[in-house]
């Protein structure tokens, strides 16, 4: 696996699909996800520091995760299949691991909100460059 961050968010409120790019922390390659706009806002606010006056959707699992006594340790984005990312969600119970499945938007909108690592399975990341990269 490969530890990553977040990039770069894009967000174009004419078109459809938004995008969030992940970066390898230790190279130069790029993982770009497109994903809705709710989401990308869910992403951005966090990002920006914002703090809604009630809890939003991401907020709120989060808050059910803590009250059940679990922490959200790591995302993984784990596989590509057919054009679609798949995510997860690592949760620690005491210590038990808990692995959710979970949309890569998702995921990184949670992660943005604990502040915990992102990371990506090698092959997903070798899929996404561009040839002779």
């Known amino acids: 696996m490969v530890e990553a961050e977040l990039f770069e968010i894009r967000i174009n409120e004419v078109e459809h699909e938004q ?3 992940l970066a390898e922390k ?17 992403i951005q ?11 939003l ?4 699992l989060c808050n059910v995760v803590a009250a059940q006594g679990g922490e ?16 997860q969600v690592i949760v620690m119970m005491g210590e038990e691991e808990v692995v959710i499945d979970a949309r890569p938007s998702d ?6 909100r604990v502040g915990c690592p992102i990371f990506i399975e090698e092959h997903v990341l070798e899929h996404s460059q561009p040839e002779g990269s």
């Open 72 to 87: 959200i340790d790591r995302i993984v984005i784990s596989d590509l299949s057919e054009g679609t990312y798949y995510a």
């Open 19 to 21: 995008l969030i790019v």
């Open 45 to 55: 606010i966090r990002v920006h520091g914002i703090q809604p006056p009630r809890p």
């Open 26 to 42: 230790e190279g130069e390659r790029r993982l770009p996800i497109v994903i809705g706009l709710c989401e990308a806002n869910a």
């Open 57 to 60: 959707t991401h907020d709120l």
């Open 107 to 112: 995921a990184v909108a949670l992660a943005v």
